[in-house]
């Protein structure tokens, strides 16, 4: 415990006693004993934190004091019971409030009162509501009719504290309360609550008080300082809460940080027409425009605007209204801002014609906000480019790449739960809550739907593919079900623990609110949001200003390059627009899979005849030169790395089992037949798929991913890849003839031994001179391999002699190191793995560092030793992942490839490495 002599709390007589209570005045000795800002956060909780410092800038906040989340700790650890010393200062700060306001708590002649609370070092549900009006009694609220001639205002003010008080604090339910004001109503018949009168108020507070005592068992306290001590026990106490146990756990948030409770002068917003209450943005929180927006009300408490009861004015309106105040409420959110440097949410209150705050914290904000505030904020002098481009997360990059909830109809709606923002983007459709029911509905009727389960499973999977998105009410960052959306890219919401899932009924529900089976919901993972209802959805655009503003700052900080893979012209343009500097990956096969090259293909591999199969490769030729040509011209003045052929052969040949079914069904209708010419016309079908059949069955490997492909096939069948060089030098030679600077690299893929490299190589570098030769113009090239054996990563020295350049083919590379297949990853015991904790993350998803990234850093070594000026970079999956990205930076890759829709998010990750290395 940490021994500190308190000032201000009266207990200085017992110095061994920790310090419990801050007053908002005390926050530089906050700063002493908890070291940092963030430890003042943690200490006084994010609310209590502002409103100290607030206080200390000179902003008008009521006087109040912390309770701090140590206090709360000690509370639960002694068995609920508060520390010594404790509520003795919390009485000394009680005085000095009082001292502050010239007010005394429980003095009917000048009575004060305080609002009670809650704030951890994060906001999080489940922690408990605010109880305001505490320090109100029969006295005292005799006393508050004789000095505000107001005994609307203070009766109203006392049953909203025992009502507050008892749901709040005591757990008394809302609905016996609401139902004695709607009676009021009824007898004075009266619509609305700002019809009844004084003597309404006093009525309906008596019957509260009833309500109170059924429902407890006791009187409502009617001493202050029983009522202050009561609520501060309550906020402690909900630190442990189901709810905000089950936030936590589902977060991944720390169990012992505790909270603390803000106990804060009130100040009346609805004490007439100079008074008023209302809740601001310092900046537009969709669009991050520079303007203050926000509601208000006149005459009403802060709950008010809050709770939706009235209908609130946008803040602008305020300026007419209330100029003065106006331009006094605008310059403190300046201040603030300029202050934290960042956007406020603010919540204000004026009493009187006096302006008063009452909370302030970083605003959430959607990324597209984000992105426009950080670099607005660069501008207006309040942060360096390095600072805005830190803010930015690589995953708000994302928002700009998937389709997202409208924003009108966002703040038209209010969600229907929360949960974990865990796969980002929206999502709209009907609700399904079984795996068969989802495909079913996808797959033959063509809906789109949400599939919704308390948690899923591996059997899941069918029908969280079909799914539009996936929503559970269990489960954390790492659970199945959100390993499996970001997999997939679906977006997802998981871990909303308020969502009751009936699946016998086919319903669900938060409090009353129900949804059933086949009705649309709409979600909204990049916030973690759900929304009942079918919502409109845009693309944002990923050529907004301000990204690509932050992107070319990001690229003036990044060390590592970023290129992408792209197999087509097409594709090779839009890496290009997004900020590509090469192409670290253009896969030849997929050329090959093109309905009208796949008989050709097929003839090259079923023929025994190698004249046939040079015939075959001949009519290849044109083809790929053309494809190579487009990607060329795409990518005038950048590097471009061809890979040769990769994939086992019998990928390109039709499925075994395909063709013994065909081949039955064959000989069934032969036996049917009776024309000569259709059963001649069935045997030479037979005997075609018995070719197949048996071209298929010599193919057959136990472990096709481990058997011939890669070099392993140009070594077989020399012609094959001979031809793809010739294709792709004769393509640079003509472009380079019209005008285009073209740089070909030529990448074997799959070697794991020198000699591979050196038979395969020289033989193609020797096609690529014979055709520049014949062109007659000589080609900036390279030749270089994939690493993505581990034994080619050990003997990276070795390659290097032949290699002019490496690249990481980090999904072979973490198949082969794990020895785990990574086709079958995703449904099978890898995501049990990482639910146990055994692994801690898919390394297919984010490079294992200690296993795969060490091989690539031993290669990275090896190979520079050989050859200095290597270049390495990596074009596996994980190029598109910013985890991964920084490993990659950190063994000094050259660049990362990526698809082309991740370019812009590794241009930010790369900017990030470095910046975290600072
Ligand atoms: P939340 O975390 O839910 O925003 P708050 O503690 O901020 O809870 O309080 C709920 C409402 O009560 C807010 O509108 C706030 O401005 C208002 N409020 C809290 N304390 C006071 C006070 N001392 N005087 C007037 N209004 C208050
Ligand atoms: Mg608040
Ligand atoms: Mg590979």
């Not at 589902?250 to 027409?273: K, P, Q, S, Y």
């Not at 093109?594 to 003839?603: A, H, L």
């Not at 014949?774 to 080609?779: A, N, R, V, W």
Request: proline share 5%; net charge negative; with cysteine.
């Amino acid at each position: 415990m940490n021994v500190q002599v308190t000032t201000g709390s009266g207990n200085g007589s017992e110095p061994d006693t920790a310090k419990y209570v801050y007053l908002f005045t005390e926050v530089e000795e906050a700063e002493r004993h908890a070291g940092n800002w963030d430890g003042v956060r943690g200490l006084l909780g994010g609310k209590g934190a502002n409103l100290a410092e607030m206080t200390r800038v000179g902003v008008p906040v009521p006087p109040g004091f912390i309770v701090t989340t140590e206090a709360c700790n000690a509370y639960l650890e002694a068995g609920e019971q508060f520390p010594p010393g404790m509520w003795e200062e919390v009485l000394a700060a009680v005085k000095a409030i009082e001292e502050a306001t010239g007010k005394e708590f429980g003095n009917p002649d000048n009575p004060l009162l305080v609002s009670a609370r809650s704030g951890g070092k994060f906001s999080m549900p489940g922690m408990m509501d605010t109880v305001l009006n505490i320090g109100l009694s029969d006295e005292v609220v005799e006393g508050l009719i004789g000095l505000t001639e107001d005994p609307r205002f203070v009766y109203d003010s006392y049953r909203r504290l025992v009502q507050m008080f008892g749901s709040v604090v005591l757990g008394v339910p809302d609905e016996p309360f609401e139902e004695v004001i709607t009676r009021q109503r009824e007898k004075r018949d009266v619509k609305s609550d700002a019809e009844l009168t004084a003597e309404d108020w006093r009525e309906i507070t008596d019957k509260f008080r009833v309500i109170f005592r059924k429902n407890t068992g006791m009187e409502f306290p009617t001493d202050p300082f029983e009522q202050l001590k009561m609520a501060t026990e309550a906020v402690f106490k909900s630190w442990n809460g189901k709810r905000a146990v089950d936030y936590r756990n589902a977060a991944g948030i720390a169990h012992d940080l505790g909270t603390a409770v803000n106990i804060v002068t009130m100040v009346f917003g609805n004490m007439g027409d100079d008074s008023a209450t209302g809740v601001a943005m310092s900046r537009n929180a969709s669009t991050g425009e520079p303007e203050l927006e926000g509601d208000y009300l006149i005459n009403a408490q802060g709950e008010d605007v809050v709770a939706g009861i009235r209908a609130t004015k946008p803040l602008s309106n305020l300026k007419t209204v209330m100029p003065e105040l106006y331009n006094e409420f605008e310059e403190i959110a300046n201040r603030l801002e300029a202050h934290y440097r960042n956007m406020q949410d603010l919540e204000f209150t004026i009493e009187n014609g006096k302006l008063w705050l009452l909370q302030t914290r970083d605003g959430k904000r959607t990324a597209q906000a984000e992105v426009r505030i950080a670099v607005d904020m660069v501008e207006e002098g309040l942060i360096t480019k390095e600072e805005a481009v830190r803010r930015v997360q690589p995953a708000q990059v994302d928002f700009f790449l998937h389709p997202q909830l409208d924003e009108e109809a966002k703040k038209a709606t209010e969600p229907f739960a929360e949960g974990l923002n865990v796969s980002p983007g929206a999502a709209v459709g009907v609700v399904a809550f079984d795996a068969d029911t989802a495909e079913r509905w996808a797959k033959e009727d063509g809906k789109k739907v949400i599939m919704v389960r308390p948690e899923t499973k591996p059997d899941d999977v069918h029908g969280m593919l079909a799914a539009q998105g996936i929503l559970t009410s269990r489960g954390g960052r790492t659970s199945h079900a959100a390993l499996v959306a970001r997999q997939f890219g679906t977006p997802a919401v998981v871990g909303v623990s308020e969502l009751d899932i009936d699946l016998i009924n086919r319903e669900m529900s938060v409090g009353d609110l129900v949804v059933k089976e086949g009705d649309w919901i709409s979600l909204d993972g990049t916030l973690g949001l759900v929304y009942v209802g079918e919502m409109p959805t845009f693309v944002p655009d990923i050529n907004n200003p301000y990204l690509l503003k932050l992107l070319s700052w990001a690229d003036e900080i990044r060390k590592l390059g970023v290129w992408a893979n792209a197999d087509y012209p097409r594709d090779a343009r839009r890496a290009r627009e997004y900020g590509a500097e090469g192409i670290g990956l253009c896969r030849t096969e997929h050329m090959f899979f093109e309905t009208e090259r796949m008989p050709i293909v097929q003839q090259m591999i079923m023929t025994k005849s190698e004249r046939e199969r040079n015939e075959a490769i001949d009519k290849l030729l044109p083809l790929q030169r053309g494809d190579f040509e487009g990607l060329f011209e795409a990518m005038d003045g950048l590097p471009v790395i061809v890979r040769l052929i990769d994939p086992p052969l019998h990928e390109f040949l039709p499925a075994h089992d395909e063709l013994v079914q065909e081949l039955a069904d064959l000989k069934i209708r032969l036996q049917h037949l009776d024309s000569m010419a259709a059963i001649e016309q069935t045997l030479d079908d037979i005997q075609v798929k018995q070719r197949y059949l048996e071209r298929v069955e010599a193919l057959h490997e136990q472990n096709p991913m481990l058997g011939t492909r890669g070099v392993r096939l140009g070594i077989l069948i020399p012609e094959l890849t001979k031809m793809q060089v010739r294709a792709i030098f004769e393509a640079a030679c003509r472009v380079a003839k019209a005008g285009i600077d073209v740089h070909p690299e030529v990448m074997i893929p799959l070697t794991s031994h020198v000699n591979e490299l050196k038979t395969q190589q020289l033989a193609l570098e020797s096609v690529a001179k014979e055709v520049m030769d014949e062109q007659g113009i000589e080609i900036d090239y390279k030749f270089g391999t994939m690493i993505e054996i581990p034994r080619a990563a050990l003997t990276a020295d070795e390659m290097a002699e032949f290699a002019q350049f490496f690249s990481f083919g980090t999904n072979d590379l973490t198949q082969t190191v794990f020895g785990i297949s990574r086709d079958d990853a995703e449904a099978g015991f890898l995501v049990d793995y990482i639910q146990k904790g055994i692994l801690p993350e898919n390394p297919f998803a984010s490079i294992d560092p200690n296993g795969v990234g060490k091989l690539m850093d031993i290669a990275v070594r090896a190979g520079r030793e050989t050859r200095p000026d290597m270049e390495i970079g990596i074009c596996g999956e994980h190029g598109g992942d910013p985890k991964s990205i920084e490993l990659c930076h950190k063994i000094g890759l050259n660049y990362v490839s990526c698809s082309p829709f991740r370019v812009p998010i590794a241009r930010l990750a790369a900017a990030h490495a470095v910046l975290n290395e600072k």
